[in-house]
T-cell receptor, first 112, second 116 residues
Framework: KQEVTQIPAALSVPEGENLVLNCSFT??????LQWFRQDPGKGLTSLLL?????REQTSGRLNASLDKSSGRSTLYIAASQPGDSATYLC???????????FGKGTKLTVNP | DAGVIQSPRHEVTEMGQEVTLRCKPI?????LFWYRQTMMRGLELLIY????????DSGMPEDRFSAKMPNASFSTLKIQPSEPRDSAVYFC??????????????FGAGSRLTVL
């Protein structure tokens, strides 16, 4: 059974800092990995999708990497802004199925 | 496209009542997922469909929960009878899978259920 862990659970940084969020998973037989953002009281918004054959994806100030062999992914946020404050969730497919298993998320606060 | 549409956005009901949550996926998406989110347990997959057929319902907590997808544009999640511990935000999400791989999983805004 796929288990997804995100560390840290919460992170507070000053505006402008570069930061890294971590995601680890137990089963490397995945179809894809996705990073989402959730604002308080809202739904989830997809940020980046990495297919199993890919090593990384970039969108603007965001870069996500995937290392299947070690069961890890990182989300790099460059030059953080107060508007980046949200909870970031990592989701990984469960081996051999289409099910996406979510981590508990990292709550990010970017202070002006 | 208007995205994944869920209704109602908020539902407050009393224990023992029947609750029906509705979802309209994005047109052309052939996978539909129902998730439940609580502070304690995070996001849990309840059930998912492929081409309107239920594929895995192992996350459905009890027989009180049932889900249907009568056609490609509509799905329901029903709780009967409801209990206070069912209080949560229920999300519907849809995606597709093509020759290039998986598409982005798109979530609806969620239905916040409170059972008194």
């Amino acid at each position: 059974k796929q288990e997804v862990t995100q560390i840290p659970a919460a992170l507070s940084v000053p505006e402008g800092e570069n930061l890294v969020l971590n995601c680890s998973f137990t089963d490397s037989a995945i179809y894809n990995l996705q990073w989402f953002r959730q604002d308080p009281g809202k739904g989830l918004t997809s940020l980046l999708l990495i297919q199993s054959s890919q090593r990384e994806q970039t969108s603007g100030r965001l870069n996500a990497s995937l290392d299947k062999s070690s069961g890890r992914s990182t989300l790099y946020i460059a030059a953080s802004q107060p508007g980046d404050s949200a909870t970031y969730l990592c989701a990984v497919s469960e081996g051999g199925s289409e099910k996406l298993v979510f981590g508990k998320g990292t709550k990010l606060t970017v202070n002006p | 496209d208007a995205g994944v549409i869920q209704s109602p956005r908020h539902e407050v009901t009393e224990m023992g009542q029947e609750v029906t949550l509705r979802c309209k996926p994005i047109s052309g998406h052939d996978y539909l997922f129902w998730y439940r989110q609580t502070m304690m347990r995070g996001l849990e997959l309840l059930i998912y469909f492929n081409n309107n057929v239920p594929i895995d319902d192992s996350g459905m907590p009890e027989d009180r929960f049932s889900a249907k997808m009568p056609n490609a544009s509509f799905s329901t999640l029903k709780i009967q009878p409801s209990e206070p511990r069912d209080s949560a935000v229920y999300f519907c999400a849809s995606t597709s899978r093509g020759w290039r791989g998986w598409g982005v999983l798109t979530f609806g805004a969620g239905s916040r259920l409170t059972v008194l």
